[in-house]
Structure formats: structure tokens, C-alpha cells
Nanobody, 119 residues
């Protein structure tokens, strides 16, 4: 069974940085796309970033492009989201997710980790 466990969230001031981690198990990690989504209060869950499995091509939401960096360590079966220059509007619960191919839906989710950015 697929298990995803996010960590690294917290309370920071605007302009500071955080690195989120997602520990994966229960599947062939290196062959799967990995992604990060977030959900802010009163808003729908939105895409943040993804990184490929068969390759390491990355895609970012416009709102985080240039500030966030997604990466993966296949040996550790982990995916990371380095968040720089954080803004109050980045405040949300951040979720890790996975899919076998880009044509497949994001099929598994972690429990989420809270990121709160104060002004």
C-alpha cells in the first residue's frame, strides 16, 4: 500500500524559507511522478509542483515559480519542496502525492503539513 508522510511545515515570517519533505513507501518510487499540492482556508486544493519519475522534468504553478524548488532522492524514497521567499499567501496545508504516469490521476495523498507565513 502506498504511504506518503509529509513533514517540515511550521510557522515562519514572510521572506523566510522552509523545506518540506515527503517520505514514500509501498511502491516503486523511482518510477512514479511525485507532486505537491496545497490547500488554503476557503480555497480548493491547488497544484504547486511536480517532478517526473522516468525523468526529472519539473513543473511549477505560476504562483510559486522562481521561489519553490521540487527535488527527489530516489535512494531515500523522498521528495522535497524547498520554499524560498515565502509570502503570507503561501499559507496552506501542503500535501504530497504520486501518480504512475502524467496521464494518470494523482492517486495517493499524505496527511499534509501546515505551513503558516506571517507578515
Amino acid at each position: 500500500q502506498v504511504q506518503l508522510v509529509e513533514s517540515g511545515g511550521g510557522l515562519v515570517q514572510a521572506g523566510e524559507s522552509l523545506r518540506l519533505s515527503c517520505a514514500a513507501s509501498g511502491f516503486s518510487f523511482s518510477n512514479y511522478d511525485m507532486g505537491w499540492f496545497r490547500q488554503a482556508p476557503g480555497k480548493e486544493r491547488e497544484f504547486v509542483a511536480r517532478i517526473g519519475g522516468s525523468n526529472i522534468a519539473t513543473v511549477y504553478a505560476d504562483s510559486v515559480k522562481g521561489r519553490f524548488t521540487i527535488s527527489r532522492d530516489n535512494a531515500k524514497k523522498s521528495v522535497y519542496l524547498l520554499m524560498n521567499s515565502l509570502k503570507p499567501e503561501d499559507t496552506a496545508v501542503y500535501y504530497c502525492t504520486t501518480r504512475i504516469l502524467p496521464s494518470f490521476p494523482w492517486s495517493s495523498w499524505g496527511q499534509g503539513t501546515q505551513v503558516t507565513v506571517s507578515s
